[in-house]
């Protein structure tokens, strides 16, 4: 199976549920769900919409057209007229039928605009069913269907309209051809605390199967798989049980979309349960949060708490990270060990604040005056989330300086099924203050690697500035000792790269030889990895370089694989291409072609295969952009 | 014998700063005490006064300018058993950082703020800091000051802070007592010093001060402190706190106007639902299991996220 | 002649003074003196000093060892140890000869163990008479001035020690042979306002020459030079004078060194004059400067006024600009024209306050979240400073985009004589407001060259987010529309790639073809020259490649000379190479020789000739960086 | 007609929000004044407040979130003969604005600040925001609030605001004329808005306000307005002012709280030494000669600096 649905309806109306409840239900069939959420930055009314894509085996990446489309609202359908094709099914409500696209206030005007310059090329009426028309012609089939009615039949009082999610979630569940008994396990899931409420959505799942029996809807039932354990989280989830794991004790954040949600959930998880064979006096232990005044106080606090001796992070997006070029540059300076996580959203400014993009890689490579040393890495998956932000608090206590880890809005969003956390893939080791001394050289410069010993305020007697430092942490403008510093500072990323495994910062996916060699970073990696195997069905080899740390850069490795490779395409979510500017920067490869998307969507496999079909036919060509435009 | 609190760098503030007075009122403060040197940090911003952690021979965050609360925060709720002070310019405070400034108010973290009130910016030589008098003109500057004048009193107040006082630096018997007293307050303290700058402020010299000051202890019937016993008591002794925090033309008053004992610390808030919060805080807690991997359930800890 | 003096005292004594004396007297007799100012993070009593050169030709940088060191106190000649050679005469009071290392307690710990380490490795003893012996053995001959008798024999009343400054310039004068007459009349200028100080002034300066005559010390009379009137300025006079004429109407600041005295100029010199033919009514006009609460508050309050039609802009330093990070990228999406000039000093962090660096670039050229456009150009001598704030507001103006214009300390403090100031050199257009209409479209897409016609507040009713927005400047989360104001608004790059001369952009100084290409930025530019003369004495061609815009590069300019260089060698004030980088990422060209400072002390041009001769000589060698470490 | 002050963009706040009252007492507080719209601006940062200027019909910046005090401060100054209105979230001002909201209490340009005070941070939906009592659970918060209050009057009040009220946004009729007034003072206003956020803040509801707003207008002694002839009343107003604006628990007092005209606003300070300031403002100064040259003598401008 192979299942592309897009549900969509006003934000603040349950779609979030809805798009829950049937990855619940296809996950308790044994199937695997990947989705990635999309939405407007408004609290109610405006379009939002859940992508998902259902297999057997695990999905990475989504595809238009949708096989399913969920209406619950008019704009939804006027929204994706684009996303339908040769097979959808536009499953909606019958009122929209009535309704016109002038009084569809919430779209945005310039999109509205645009759907109505389509319908009107068509010649079709600028309403549902001309939209529906259009969708048609590509091959859509509309499922109109009468929520009140089928909701009604099977309720007994309240609200109709407020299960209207839970109907359209059974609907798409019923044409898919999943077993109404999955439906109502998921219901009992999302509904766990509430009994009634489980009783009546059931009725509701039981009503909009007997509506799909009845009206020759149902798909051709679908077998179902061996269950397993699985964790079903984002990649906000997935950094934060990363960050618990790797000994975060304490955590300071100010709102944002899309980094608040780790913290949120971090606050919900702070009362951490340790396995069994530890230490009885563990059992109860807590983590720090700290909703600070502004993001200047977070990226401060936590480097107070650093220094007391607690692994602490704080998480941010693009706005709160600008902010925070002041205070990451002491921390630089003052070798502060810290986790930044920076998830990346549409900018510049406040840009799209609630779309992807990955646009913010200078600026975390460059960020703060002055020139001090910092590691810079970002994650592709939900998985590897979890396993850098582990990595990323080890690396800021080993190496004392300020860690980035970069994850996209649309990797924050995307929620995955995880068969397994391994809490042996990393080891985690105990923050240990120096003996303490008369006169401790916090800043040591008799050190070969370049890290000196760590004192913690409260164990040990130190001073810290900003200023240059002697030693002893006191501010010195002694010329020769500010050269020491510097450069002992430095040597540190010298030690990172001798350390650091390669497998953590750079990694070549597919044949070491092949046809096409993309270039990539963050959440394209699953995409980009569907792509590759389209392309090998069409015999077309292709293999994939994809970062993971660009701060120390792993120049060698990346100019070893770039130089002889065949076609090279750089593939990013931004508009400058500044992956391949880095690459450039470190092995003075330019990288000609390239497929980027900055309109602040997910990229779709279809999208992006076709591009890359584009550039491969066209490879003669010394320069080639191909910009992405899939998404509503 | 005793901590002398008092490091062997070189002290580079100008003759006659009243920054000397604060410092030494310091070092006899936490000698009288008689506080673990480990266990008293000190956290400053960038200015004249930034520099005092270097003077005290206690563990000293020379921080960023007008940060040093959140950074002293940060150590504080990290180790909720130190006892911070926080020193900083009034630019540094009430200026650049009058954002946290607020903010701290409404956490009452337990930091020990000293604002080293001096009127001008001191280390980039002179320029009006927000506690300057409207029309002030201070030899430092090339035009009277333009700007309001900001009470540190009131601010402090209104932001929420449990114990507010004013010291002055020539009087250091006082700002001793008031910092000892300070420290030992759970929430967090804000003590205004009046500080001469001999070298910016022609205006508010210490002769200036001296003619003003009066002690607020002087008055037996004064009662800053604040139980929580009687509500309209403590409505009562807040206005008169803030009334008296008004007072500057003609007479100024130092001493402690408030000191609320009521009001929860966020140590103490913080202790509601992070377990064993006290014993065993972020700073001490052991992250490591026996072999070497985290010793976190994961799977218990994040039950809600499985299926 | 050709002059090199240094002149050390405690902070706050006066040292700036005593030089402005000795550069007038100069100045006064029709030499011309350059100079730099050294001092430390403190108000008084730790050591700081003027480096001056005079010649008769404009002097562009400055050498060692000096001809003359003057000591006002005892630390100057304890931490000059090392810039004194063969003929150095250090001038210093008689009193001095009983102060010793350890009672210099101003002078930081480090160095203080360094001089004692080397008078030790000599076995001197540990006072100004082994640091005196020393100095002997490199060359020099001290001159012990009894100070207070001097100054007692010549005035009537008052604290002798008061006029010791003075003294100290004019046995300097004396010894250089500039006849008495120019330090007299430096005086008057000096001490303008104040007749009685004047005089008793005059006698010091008579009672210095006598000494001097008395004892043998006066120098050969120099000749008196035709005089010209000129300006005396520093890079930090230069930014005010250029902004000034380049119609800045509204400055913010929050005080910050070495960037708050250009702010400080612009409030004293406020009030402007016009020049006698324009219209009448421009007589009395003046330019707001605001002091603001921190520097996130200057760079948005500068933007509020450009948007109402002021030319405004910004003057900050390294920690300042962290902090402008967000309000930039708000100035690059919503296209508001803003000069920010960023003063670089040595970082990171607090970092040296008060020292040189040239270690902001590549912060520069990527802050603020996000992708827009910028532009980004660097001054390297006074003069330049002038013109580059004109031309930094027209960039502003003309293209709707924040300028970020460098200086770096060095240049902020170095003093210069400049014969002129051109006021026809640049163009200044008006600001003018875009005729008002029912729906101005302030984001226009429609525009080959990206530059929508400007709207502002009071002339023109339009909206400005810093969310992606449509054409009117509302809110848009379109992703067409997105895509385009993405495109337009880097298209405004290209224009400027048009528009600007190339020689606004990069230079090549020298003759196009040489032996040694020397590359650089910024206040180097100086020495540089000074050193390819040297060169050339040596029989060495060399020229120097030298850039001035930063964003957008000049590629193809710098790559046609590189590519055709034989031995290229960087040279800049920072540890990372930072403009190399800059050239790599944009031209692929690697630049494998480097002379780097970043100890934040001025380059001289014995050092730079010495590292460049030494790579030279050793030019087969594929990698070569000389650190530059002169200077107390 | 007289302009109605209503732009044709589509309001996307949630149905019920507080915040439909305050847009509603804007507009129609600018149509009675029958100002000329290209003279009235408005400046907001982001959060559902920061949605403001889109939804009326005259020049508007939507900021940065926390910096609307600034940019509008720019444009006041350099166009002083402009209204300019501050419409802002709580955490906007009070949180991260917190260190401008002082800032600009010491300038006192100009501007019409408004709170949209939900006690929330709407956008990201529902945080705590610095108005929020400590130990309220509203359903957007996972556990009680662990921060104290700030009161935005006594805040206003402490950093020198010359105009302070409050209003609420289920009573526009108030609110409205709060809003007049408030623009045509001379100085620098702040209008506590109290606006129900349904969505996130199920305390501080419509209701829960409706029962406890007074209005201090209805006491008709009441008198705000401090002319400056007696320092002595001047005195006596604020600390009036000051002590009403705590009163919170018991009953809600709404209306002008202080209006001070004695203090002279920024502009006219400027105005003592920038020649011809309110005449020729830096937005409309000529700037290009006749020959498209500067203008400026710079030899005379810089004779100081000529030898
Ligand atoms: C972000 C930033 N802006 C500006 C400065 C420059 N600066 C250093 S000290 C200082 C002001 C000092 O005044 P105050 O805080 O009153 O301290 P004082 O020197 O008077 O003790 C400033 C603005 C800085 N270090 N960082
Ligand atoms: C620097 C920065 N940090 C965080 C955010 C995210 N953010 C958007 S709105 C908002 C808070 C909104 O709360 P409030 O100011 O009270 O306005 P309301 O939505 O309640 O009207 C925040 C934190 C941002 N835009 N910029
Ligand atoms: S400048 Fe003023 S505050 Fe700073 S050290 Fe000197 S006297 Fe003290
Ligand atoms: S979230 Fe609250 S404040 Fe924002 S629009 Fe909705 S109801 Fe209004
Ligand atoms: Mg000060
Ligand atoms: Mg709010």
Redesign the pocket.
């Given at each position: 199976m192979d299942l592309n649905l897009t549900l969509g309806g006003p934000q603040g109306g349950g779609i979030d549920t809805s798009s829950n409840m049937i990855t619940r239900a296809f996950a308790a069939a044994g199937y695997n769900v990947f989705g990635v959420r999309e939405y407007h930055s408004n609290i109610k009314g405006r379009h939002s919409y859940n992508h998902l894509r259902v297999k057997e085996e695990r999905p990475r990446s989504l595809k238009y057209p949708v096989d399913i489309l969920i209406a619950l609202d008019p704009d939804t359908i006027f929204e994706h007229i684009e996303d339908v094709g040769e097979g959808t099914k536009i499953v909606y409500d019958k009122q929209f039928e009535t309704s016109d696209l002038a009084s569809a206030r919430m779209i945005m005007r310039d999109t509205a605009k645009r759907i109505k310059e389509t319908l009107q090329d068509e010649k079709l009426p600028l309403n549902i069913k001309g939209a529906l028309q259009l969708m048609q012609k590509k091959g859509g089939s509309p499922i109109a269907v009468p929520f009140n009615e089928v909701v009604s039949s099977a309720i007994s009082d309240g609200v109709p309209t407020r299960y209207f999610n839970t109907l359209g979630s059974a609907i798409t569940l019923a044409i898919a051809g999943l077993p109404s008994e999955f439906g109502e396990e998921s219901i009992r899931q999302v509904f766990s605390a509430k009994e009634s409420v489980v009783a009546e959505n059931i009725k509701v799942v039981k009503a909009a199967y007997e509506y799909c029996n009845n009206n020759k809807l149902a798909g051709k039932p679908i077998p179902k798989l061996p269950k397993k354990k699985r964790f079903l989280i984002t990649g906000n989830d997935g950094s934060a049980i990363g960050k618990l794991m790797g000994g975060l004790r304490f955590q300071t954040y100010?709102?944002?979309?899309p980094a608040s949600d780790e913290s949120s959930i971090l606050e919900e998880h702070g009362a951490i349960s340790f396995i069994e064979n530890e230490n009885r006096s563990l059992k109860d232990s807590g983590i720090v949060i700290v909703q600070t005044e502004?993001?200047i106080s977070a990226v401060t606090m936590a480097q107070g708490a650093a220094i007391t001796g607690a692994r602490s992070s704080t998480a941010?997006?693009g706005?709160?990270f600008?902010?925070m070029a002041e205070g990451i540059s002491f921390a630089g300076m003052d070798e502060v060990p810290i986790l930044i996580t920076l998830y990346q959203r549409g900018g510049p400014s406040?840009g799209l604040?609630t779309r992807n993009g990955q646009s913010d890689l200078l600026f975390a490579l460059n960020t703060g005056h002055g020139e001090f040393p910092r590691i810079v890495i970002s994650s592709g998956d939900v998985e590897e989330c979890i396993y850098d932000a582990m990595k990323g608090l080890n690396y800021a206590q080993r190496y004392q300086m300020p860690v980035l880890h970069l994850i996209d809005k649309n990797l924050a969003n995307t929620s995955d099924l995880v068969p397994e956390i391994d809490s042996k893939r990393v080891k985690v080791s105990q923050v240990l203050a120096t003996k303490d001394s008369e006169s401790f050289r916090r800043y040591n410069l008799d050190t070969e690697n370049g890290i000196s010993n760590p004192g913690y305020l409260g164990k040990n007697i130190f001073w810290m500035t900003g200023d240059e430092h002697d030693e002893l942490g006191h501010v010195t403008e002694d010329p020769d000792v500010r050269d020491r510093m510097m450069r002992k500072r430095f040597q540190k990323l010298k030690t990172v790269e001798d350390e650091v495994p390669m497998n953590d910062r750079a990694v070549l996916y597919g044949p070491s030889d092949a046809e096409i060699t993309f270039v990539t970073w963050g959440s394209q990696k699953g995409v980009i990895l569907d792509v590759m195997e389209d392309l090998k069905a069409k015999k077309i080899s292709a293999n994939l370089l994809y970062i993971k740390m660009f701060e120390p850069f792993p120049s060698e490795f990346v100019s070893k694989i770039l130089k002889k490779a065949k076609l090279v395409i750089d593939v990013e979510s931004n508009m400058l291409a500044q992956a391949a500017r880095v690459i450039r920067t470190n092995t003075g490869i330019n990288i000609e072609k390239s497929i980027l998307k900055y309109n602040g969507r997910h990229i779709t496999e279809d999208e992006l295969l076709e591009s890359a079909m584009n550039i491969y036919n066209n490879r003669k060509e010394e320069k080639l952009e191909e910009v992405l435009e899939n998404g509503a | 014998m005793a901590h002398n609190f008092k490091s062997d760098v070189t002290v580079d503030w100008c003759p006659g700063c009243g920054d000397f007075g604060i410092l030494t009122s310091i070092t006899q403060a936490l000698s009288e005490l008689n506080l673990d040197p480990h266990n008293v940090v000190s956290v400053s911003g960038i200015g004249c006064s930034g520099k005092t952690p270097h003077y005290l021979n206690i563990g000293g965050i020379h921080t960023l300018h007008g940060r040093s609360i959140p950074f002293a925060t940060g150590v504080k709720l990290s180790n909720p058993n130190l006892k911070v002070i926080v020193p900083g310019g009034d630019g540094d405070m009430l200026g650049i950082g009058a954002g946290h400034f607020v903010a701290e108010g409404r956490r009452n973290s337990g930091l020990t703020i000293i604002i080293f009130d001096n009127e001008v910016y001191g280390l980039t030589k002179g320029q009006a800091a927000p506690t300057m008098q409207l029309g002030e003109k201070t030899k430092g500057l090339s035009r009277a000051n333009i700007f309001g004048k900001v009470n540190p009193i009131a601010l402090a107040l209104a932001s929420g802070y449990s114990f507010v006082a004013r010291g002055f630096s020539f009087d250091m018997k006082q700002l001793k007592e008031i910092i000892k007293t300070a420290i030992l307050h759970e929430g967090s303290s804000v003590i205004d010093v009046l500080q001469p700058c001999p070298t910016y402020n022609n205006i508010n010299t210490m002769d200036y001060y001296r003619k003003k000051v009066y002690k607020l202890e002087d008055d037996k019937s004064w009662d800053p402190v604040v139980t929580g016993e009687s509500m309209d008591k403590a409505i009562e002794q807040f206005q008169k706190a803030y009334n008296k925090g008004l007072e500057w033309e003609e007479r100024i008053p130092t001493g402690i106007f408030y000191d609320n004992r009521a009001i929860p610390s966020f140590t103490k808030r913080l202790n509601e639902f992070v377990p064993q919060y006290f014993k065993n805080p972020p700073s001490d807690q052991i992250v490591s299991g026996v072999d070497g991997f985290t010793p976190v359930d994961v799977v218990k800890t994040f039950a809600d996220k499985t299926i």
């Open positions: 100010y709102p944002i979309t502004d993001e941010t997006s706005p709160g600008s902010l406040t604040p | -």
